[in-house]
C-alpha cells in the first residue's frame, strides 16, 4: 500500500519501545541542578528521599541516555499502547493545504490522556519501595484521573489536590477519580498548613498548580507511607513520557515520512517533551527540525516568563528549579485549559528554549476552542482543550504552507480528548469564552520575590 493510500498506523504490542529516552545525555547545556528550598544548597539525591522513591531519584538525577522500562510496566503499557499515529486528510483538505498532517493519539486509554505514561512507572517504582498511599496535585484532572487508575492497579492509596477552579468546572473528571479510590478535594483546601495560609488570605482563591503541588509537598513529607507524584515538569515526567516520540519515529519511518515541525501544547512540558525529545536527538545531531511548544496565552511561561531560579510551588516547599518562570505567586486566569496553568516549565524544556533549540507561541482561548471545533468536525475526536493549542498551531503552519506552496510535514501530539470538557465548549458555543490577555503588570511582585541563587 502507498504512502498517500494510508491514514492510520498501529503498531503491535511487540514494538512498544523497551527504554525510555533521556535528552539530556546528549544536550549541549544540561539543566541546571536543583536546589534545597530550605537550605539553597545544591539538592544531594538524599535530599529528596521524604516524597519520592530510590528509583525515580536516580531517573531524576540521571544523564544516561536510553533508561529500561521494567517488564511489568511494559506489561502495564500493553493495555493501551502503542496509540495510533493518524494522517488528518479531512483537516487538510478542510484547510486545503499542501502539507501533511499528522497526529499521534494520546486519548485512547481509560483516562483519556498522556498522564498514564507516568502514573505507571511512578506507582510501580513506589510500590516497590512500600509506599502505601500517593498524594497528588492535579489541574484539569488528567493527571489526577492517570493516578487514581494506576494506584488502584498496584494497590496504593491515593489523595488529590485539584485546583478549585478545575474542581468546580470539571466535576465528572472528579467522579473518574472517585471511581478508582481516589481522595479528591478541593486546592486550596483546610487539610494543609500551605492551603489554610492561603484561605486566611483569600477565602475565594481560585487556586493554582504551585499552590496544590505545595500541599501534596507537604501531605507527603509529613506522613511515612506517603510519598508525592507529580504529572508533569521534573525529569522522570519527561523521560516517561518519551514513549510517545519513539513510537511515532518508527510509525513515520513505515510511512517514508519526517517531520519538518512538531507542535505540541505546554504547561510543565511533559507532553511536549514526550513527543519532541526522541526527535530532537536527530537535530542536536544536524538534523533539520523545528519543535514548538503552544502555551495558553493567559499563562505564558516561555514566550513572556524569565529564565531564572525559582520555587516550584508557592509554599516553597518543591526544589528550586532553574527554568521559565512567571514567578511562584502567580495565580494564573481560571482558563478552560486547566493543565496549563503553572508559573514554572520544565528545566530541561526550559533550557532547550533558552539555547534556542526549540521554538514556543501562545495563543487565546478563542482561537483555541475554533481550531479544536474546525478539528472535532473534520477528524471526529473531540480535543481537550490543552490539545487544542497544539491544533492551533498545526492549522496555522497548514495555512502558511499552502500560501507559500510548500508540501511540509506537520506532526502534533493529540494528547488527550475533550469528553469530559463539554462544559467548556458550551461556554464557547455560548459565547462566554474570552481571550485572557497577559499583563505583566501580573508577575511584578512575585518575580520580586525569586530566589537569591546565581
Not at 322 to 327: F, S
Request: net charge negative.
Amino acid at each position: 500500500m502507498r504512502r498517500d493510500e494510508i491514514s492510520k498506523v498501529i503498531l503491535s504490542e511487540k514494538d512498544i519501545p523497551k527504554q525510555w529516552y533521556n535528552i539530556v545525555a546528549d544536550m549541549p547545556n544540561k539543566p541546571a541542578p536543583y536546589h534545597n528550598p530550605a537550605t539553597l544548597d545544591i539538592i544531594k539525591p538524599d535530599d529528596m528521599k521524604a516524597i519520592f522513591p530510590d528509583e525515580v531519584i536516580r531517573q531524576e538525577m540521571s544523564t544516561e541516555r536510553y533508561i529500561d522500562i521494567p517488564d511489568e510496566v511494559r506489561q502495564r503499557y500493553c493495555q493501551f499502547r502503542p496509540s495510533p499515529l493518524y494522517r488528518a486528510r479531512a483537516l487538510e483538505k478542510q484547510l486545503d493545504t499542501t502539507a501533511r498532517i499528522y497526529y499521534k493519539y494520546e486519548g485512547t486509554n481509560a483516562t483519556g490522556s498522556h498522564k498514564l505514561n507516568s502514573a505507571i512507572p511512578q506507582v510501580y517504582y513506589n510500590k516497590l519501595a512500600g509506599i502505601k498511599r500517593l498524594a497528588t496535585e492535579t489541574g484539569a484532572g488528567q493527571w489526577g484521573s492517570a493516578l487514581s487508575l494506576a494506584t488502584s492497579q498496584f494497590g496504593l492509596e491515593c489523595s488529590v489536590y485539584m485546583v478549585n477552579v478545575s474542581y468546580q468546572q470539571k466535576p465528572y473528571r472528579r467522579s473518574f477519580m472517585k471511581t478508582f479510590g481516589a481522595n479528591v478535594v478541593a486546592s486550596p483546601s483546610t487539610l494543609t498548613n500551605s492551603g489554610r495560609s492561603i484561605l486566611e488570605i483569600d477565602p475565594d482563591c481560585s487556586g493554582s498548580l504551585g499552590i496544590a503541588i505545595s500541599e501534596a509537598v507537604e501531605d507527603a513529607a509529613t506522613h511515612a507511607d506517603t510519598n508525592y507524584a507529580l504529572g508533569s515538569v521534573l525529569n522522570h515526567v519527561c523521560l516517561h513520557q518519551t514513549i510517545i516520540g519513539i513510537e511515532a519515529k518508527k510509525q513515520m519511518e513505515y510511512l517514508d515520512e519526517y517531520p519538518d515541525v512538531i507542535f505540541a501544547c505546554c504547561g510543565g512540558g511533559s507532553n511536549f517533551a514526550g513527543i519532541a525529545f526522541p526527535f530532537l536527538q536527530d537535530k542536536l545531531n544536524g538534523h533539520n527540525l523545528r519543535a514548538v511548544a503552544v502555551e495558553p496565552s493567559a499563562c505564558p511561561t516561555l514566550t513572556k516568563g524569565v529564565f531564572a531560579y525559582d520555587y516550584g510551588d508557592t509554599a516553597k516547599a518543591a526544589p528550586i528549579t532553574k527554568m521559565y518562570t512567571l514567578g511562584h505567586d502567580f495565580i494564573p486566569s481560571g482558563i478552560h485549559a486547566g493543565g496549563l496553568r503553572y508559573h514554572g516549565g520544565s528545566a530541561i524544556v526550559s533550557q532547550l528554549y533558552h539555547d534556542g533549540i526549540i521554538e514556543a507561541k501562545a495563543y487565546g482561548q478563542k482561537s483555541v476552542f475554533e481550531a479544536a471545533v474546525a478539528f472535532a468536525r473534520a477528524e471526529g475526536i473531540v480535543p481537550a482543550p490543552e490539545s487544542a493549542h497544539a491544533i492551533r498551531a498545526a492549522m496555522d503552519e497548514a495555512i502558511l504552507a499552502k500560501e507559500s506552496g510548500e508540501e511540509k510535514v506537520i506532526l502534533f501530539c493529540l494528547s488527550g480528548h475533550g469528553y469530559f470538557d463539554f462544559a467548556a465548549y458550551e461556554n464557547y458555543f455560548s459565547g462566554l469564552i474570552d481571550d485572557i490577555e497577559f499583563s505583566p503588570e501580573s508577575t511584578k511582585k512575585s518575580l520580586q520575590d525569586l530566589p537569591n541563587i546565581k
